[in-house]
């Protein structure tokens, strides 16, 4: 006889006002695989794991585990079933250490106090055992994002889960950090553990998945065996339609200089080095320019010193032919359009409705406002025309509340928001972060059109991919500093890896890119 499976979540229906976010999905998942999770962005994947982790009551359906019918009312019912995930947005305690984060909700007390001795060391083990280094007593505050995804794996290894349900869990890493997961999440599959994997990048899911699903907008299509697939199948299936996986572009045409930069210097708020040192280049009006690098070289801040989010120590930012270097944003915001590198912090109000979030930086502007009050007919048109336009997707429309959109939707907002502005300057950061394939292909070509209609686009980016298939010039930061200039068309991705990992330096052009 048969194994019983590890989870089955059988004809689960989950409602929202104004949408089914799981129209009666079937899913079963093998103990010791690594089961893909495959949809576009708002296809229901988070929403359907949120069921298995207790965050979501379904309306209709059953779930058993090993064979046995349960009932999962929140999240500590999870726990104890052995269910634990790690989220897209991290669920972490901003200004608790990393070992108080990882042992919260299952604490060892005696006589009322806490007992951390034992739990350091369980923590330490695991962490050795794993390959998942962790500093126990760093805040969390002030560590990486690759870091705070290790605290979450090590939150669900600690309480001994046997489910774990990864959430986007590579959106926000590094290639080298993808990697390392990629190895950990095989090594727990070895060891029995059964994994749920969501996810956009089709290269992750045939590298690491046993078996992939496919959610299409709320209904189940599929599920396939990775060995007996491609990411053009694969692709197929999620958008319902073949997607052009690399993108086409004809030639740039560089015209005038819109940004010119010249020795910037950016402080950084985490150590005493500056974060940007010295920094000139200039992006020309109808090009693309990448600045690719390993997170956390600078590349954050650079943009915060462009976009005038920080101030700049040294230096001249020169934007359209005016100086710019210590004006304010909403100065800025006149010629320069910003797509955040994180939509929560710096992109979106998310308790606001979508239609005001759609003119945050043109509500002061006469087609929205008359006496002093907004004129919510305009604003009400003017974002229904840009969630049409852009595909934006969302259970009420203009009046649906931010926060209860899908990722991927939120960027769309986002994204929508800043090109509308037809902007001279466009600083894009991280613009596909956590977007399925099909919304990947489309935005690449609208940061192409935008620069066809004569913008100087400014990318940063840490997919490699993405680099090397958009950028019309790419500049590599290591270290707060531009260490060569490179042309996409005749470098390696090997080369433009020495590059971002400080072994190789391009001398002439990493003072003055040009």
């Keep these: 006889m048969d194994k ?55 309306e209709e359906g059953v779930i058993k585990k090993d064979g046995k019918e349960v009932t999962i009312n929140n999240p500590n019912d999870a726990n104890d079933l052995g269910i634990g995930m790690v989220h897209q947005h991290f669920k972490l305690v901003q200004c608790f250490t990393v070992l108080d984060n ?44 690759g870091m705070q995804q290790r605290t979450e794996i090590l939150k669900m290894l600690y309480r001994d889960n046997e489910i774990l349900i990864f959430d986007e869990p590579t959106a926000v890493l590094t290639p080298q950090e993808i990697e390392e997961l990629m190895q950990i999440m095989k090594s727990l599959a070895k060891e029995g553990k059964s994994i749920l994997f969501i996810s956009h990048k089709l290269n992750e899911i045939m590298e690491v998945a046993d078996r992939c699903s496919v959610l299409r907008r709320g209904k189940y299509i599929g599920t396939v065996d990775i060995k007996d697939t491609t990411p053009a199948e694969l692709s ?38 500056n974060a940007v040192r010295n920094v000139s280049f200039d992006v020309r009006a109808g090009e693309i320019v990448c600045i ?15 976009s005038g989010l920080e101030p700049i120590v040294d230096g001249k930012i020169t934007c359209c032919g005016e100086d710019i270097s210590h004006a304010s944003i909403r100065e800025r915001s006149k010629n320069m359009s910003h797509i955040p590198e994180d939509r929560h912090k710096h992109g979106l109000v998310l308790d606001y409705p979508l239609e005001y979030n759609m003119i945050l930086q043109r509500y002061w502007q006469n087609e929205f406002v008359k006496g002093g009050f907004l004129r919510r007919d305009n604003i009400r048109k003017y974002s229904e025309k840009l969630i049409e336009q852009f595909d934006v997707r969302s259970g009420q429309g203009p009046v649906t509340i931010t926060r209860s959109m899908s990722g991927g939707n939120q960027q769309k907002a986002i994204i929508a928001r800043e090109l509308e502005k037809d902007p001279k300057l466009l600083i894009a950061v991280q613009p596909t972060r956590g977007l399925d394939v099909g919304a990947i292909e489309y935005i690449h070509r609208e940061l192409i059109a935008q620069r066809d209609k004569g913008s100087a686009v400014l990318l940063v980016s840490l997919e490699l991919e993405e680099v090397m298939n958009v950028s019309d010039r ?14 996409p068309k005749t470098v390696s991705t090997e080369e433009l890896g020495l590059y971002m990992a400080g072994a190789k330096r391009n001398v002439n052009n990493a003072k003055e890119a040009r």
Aim: hydrophobic letters at 40%; aromatic letters at 4%; a negative charge.
């Design 4 to 58: 019983p499976y590890a989870i089955e979540m059988l004809h689960i229906t989950k409602r929202f006002p104004g949408i089914i976010a799981n129209d009666n999905i079937t899913l079963q998942l093998k103990k010791g695989e690594i089961h893909a999770l495959l949809g576009e962005n708002g296809a229901g994947k988070s929403t359907l794991m949120s069921v298995l982790f207790g965050l979501y009551k379904a």
């Design 102 to 145: 990882i042992i919260l909700g299952v604490e060892t007390t005696k006589n009322g106090f806490l007992q951390k001795k034992a739990a350091r060391e369980k923590v330490m083990a695991l962490s050795e055992k794993y390959g998942l280094s962790v500093n126990p007593d760093a805040k969390i505050e002030d560590i990486s994002v």
């Design 236 to 273: 197929r299936m999620m958008v319902g339609r073949d997607v052009q996986l690399v993108t086409s572009k004809a030639d740039a045409t560089p015209g005038d200089v819109v940004l010119h930069v010249e020795n910037m210097t950016v402080a950084s708020k985490i150590h005493k080095n």
């Design 292 to 306: 690719a690098g390993i997170d956390g070289n600078g590349q954050t801040e650079l943009v915060y010193g462009l």
């Design 474 to 487: 790419i500049l590599v930061m290591y270290e707060g500093e531009i260490v060569g200039e490179l042309d």
